[in-house]
């Protein structure tokens, strides 16, 4: 990640929760998170669940894990003895919720954080749904990250950047099992006791979201438990990486959840808080923006939690319902909402922060299956949101055990997309701190 000049990586690990890919590092260096994380296993031959009945009576493809389907979109039946791969799967959400299959312990979110695409850009209504993660709904429906973008009009920079963006570069899944350390991770609860944060950062006081401590004059606090297992990378990950801390307060749930992210967060010792070069808050219940030219755990100014690939919606939902985050290696210093913050140079050839992109709709993803089809179908509708400054072409997700059947098919499969593939799409002014 490229912030006020210096690019350090990002590596992440788990408070018996979930790991989520680096920010375009590579391989996480650290301990990983808790082994166990990736969720209970769905109840075996039980033939899915039957939800209500709907229009059209839609079979879920097997291999979803039992997922509920949507009110209103058509009763499905899952196929008998799906269930998920072994050890990993995820329970079941609660009746009615028609979310998609949440590990328990997790409650990591995709979190977004953004208005809507700025009227008159000629950025195309797009529906959406909001994703859910440990109960929460992560943000709105019509939230940027949820929108449906296949129909926006084409950027008229579209061809500039993409060849500013290496597009002969393969494309690279950035993330992996627990046990590699591969994977950015979350965490999420309620009740934890409100922290004091040192920031080690120049503009961590400054661009950070307050939240006043119940006593003292400590502007502020977050109530994100004192565990280095939150950290990205763990406890022994390199002090100048990333060391991101995801984590979700489910109070409020499922509508008004809130999200806080860290930046570089050190070690927690002797019960005095957390030390981290900054801080945000999302909550995920509006499409409030963070204000322009502040950056957050992420350099684009966006929250980290939404772009995630994660195990749960990939293998056992069958369906991502949000755009992805992704890394490159150069950008420029504009930026896009909802990103809210540059950290690049003044080549305005080179991609702004918060630039989506999707894949072609002339790709043909026919002979891909499985969850490289997933990936890319959600590619095609809600597409790729520029994030951070790191490899190039690297897609971030969750470090899961459960992924470890599935990432060679993953890795071969995605290595067959290339920047090329790609277009960048109309959804507002690029615009300077």
Known sequence: MTRQGQIVC???LGLGVVCLGCGGGGGAVGTGGSPGAGGALPPTGTGGVIVPAGTGGVIVPAGTGGV???PGTGGAVVPPGTGGAPGTGGALPPTGTGGAIVPPGTGGAPGTGGGLPPTGTGGGAGSGVSPTLGGCRIFPPDNPWNLDISGYPLHPDSATYIANMSPGTAFHPDWGTMSDHYGIPFGSGTGAAPQPITWTASWGASESDPLPCPTGTNKFCYPIPLDANLIEGGPNA????DRHVLYIDTAGAPDNCTLYELYNAQNPTGGSGWTAANGAI???????LRKDGYTSADAAGLPILPGLVRFDETINAGEIKHAIRFTVSRTSQGFIHPATHAAGNSNTSLPPMGLRLR???SFDSSKFS????VILTAMKKYGLILADNGSNWYITGESNEGWEPYMDG??????QLHGSDFEAVDTGPVLTD
């Open 10 to 12: 990002s590596w992440a």
């Open 68 to 70: 509920i389907v949507p």
């Open 238 to 241: 390199d002090t100048d990486a």
């Open 282 to 288: 999302f909550h995920l219940g509006s499409n409030d």
């Open 359 to 361: 894949l072609k709709a």
């Open 370 to 373: 499985g969850p490289t089809l």
């Open 410 to 415: 993953l890795l071969s499969g995605l290595r």
